[in-house]
């Protein structure tokens, strides 16, 4: 059996050895693959019989530089910033091996729902889950103070950072994967120029911001609740970006509906701590840039993994987008496109109509 290109029992050697065990031992451990995203990287529960640990996660990666990886420098920084983030026991550059601390299968998502998560696997298509919203707020709390500590942290100390060329590049992701797919050829043709126009303005607009230290993908599948404190995992991507970047990635998560109370809570609060003034038309604007990306990174997973679940996450995100880009006056086009989406035969009957 292999994981990736390397042998199991190379991989259970390199645990062993990891963990000063004797090679003898290997034999006693046991990997238990664990569900993982639309990433490529896999995740494995490490299980050690009669170990002091009960159990571990190992992740599988493409091979990687330990020196510059953003992971490890991250995990690093944030857990001496006393930001929650799993433990690192061991890792190997050569073979994409990071061993990690287990913080056990609750994500904030199966925490807070009201009716398990929206992943229901088969062949049915994912639906943002409704919230507790008492739990929800109190969760929100926690994770909020987490953010903080990330926004709080020295900017220089961060190797990669938005700008409005991958802002651009974001939504012209959109355009191929969602808004071509959606309207067919035809139909795009008369608004190609516009939409570029339009993202355009999106991206300057945000890439001239001040920028702070982000998450990058902050949503309740990336929080872990843990012995009644929340983690954040997966955050290979941190990088510096306007203000509201992650505010919004976890105020508008896909995979949660959306609740209008738990915003205002998290908004509110979000400014309080900061001591800043809340500034209406950034907030906006990150909103539909992020809301109009995630709709195009859903899409893109069923065309290029064939995988139609998570088109099931793209209406919320869209509507909620919708609200806003109607209150943008340079973004006429953008809205009509939406527009045109959340009516067409692609939206309401599959993508196999079109």
Known sequence: MKIGSIDLDRIKEWIASSLSLSLSRKEEISLVPLPGDVSTRKYYRVLIRDFRLPSFVLCYQRPFNEDHSNFLIIQKMWKKQGINVPEVFAYSGDLGLILQQDLGDVTLEESLSLSGSGQL?????????????????????????????????????????????????????????????????????????????????????????????????????????????????????????????????????????????????IIEEFHRKMKKEFDQKLYRIQIIQRLLKAAGSFASVYYLKNDFRYLGYIPQALQLCLTYLVQENNLITTTKIVEKILNSKWMLHGPDSN
């Open 121 to 265: 696997g088969g062949a049915t298509l994912f639906r943002p889950v409704l919230c507790d919203l008492e739990k929800r707020v109190t969760r929100g709390q926690m994770v909020l103070e987490q953010m903080l500590l990330v926004w709080n942290m020295p900017p220089h100390a961060y190797r990669h950072k938005f700008s409005a060329h991958r802002f651009c590049f974001e939504l012209g992701w959109t355009w191929r994967y969602l808004v071509k797919a959606a309207l067919g050829v035809s139909a795009t043709k008369e608004y190609a120029d516009r939409w570029v126009i339009e993202s355009r303005y999106i991206g300057e607009y945000l890439g001239q911001q001040c920028f702070y230290p982000s998450h990058r993908d902050l949503h309740s599948r990336n929080i872990m609740v843990y012995q009644d404190q929340v983690y954040f995992i997966d955050f290979q991507d941190a990088r510096l970006a306007p203000l509201y970047y992650d505010l919004v990635s976890f105020v508008f998560d896909c995979y949660l509906e959306y609740q209008p109370q738990f915003e205002q809570f």
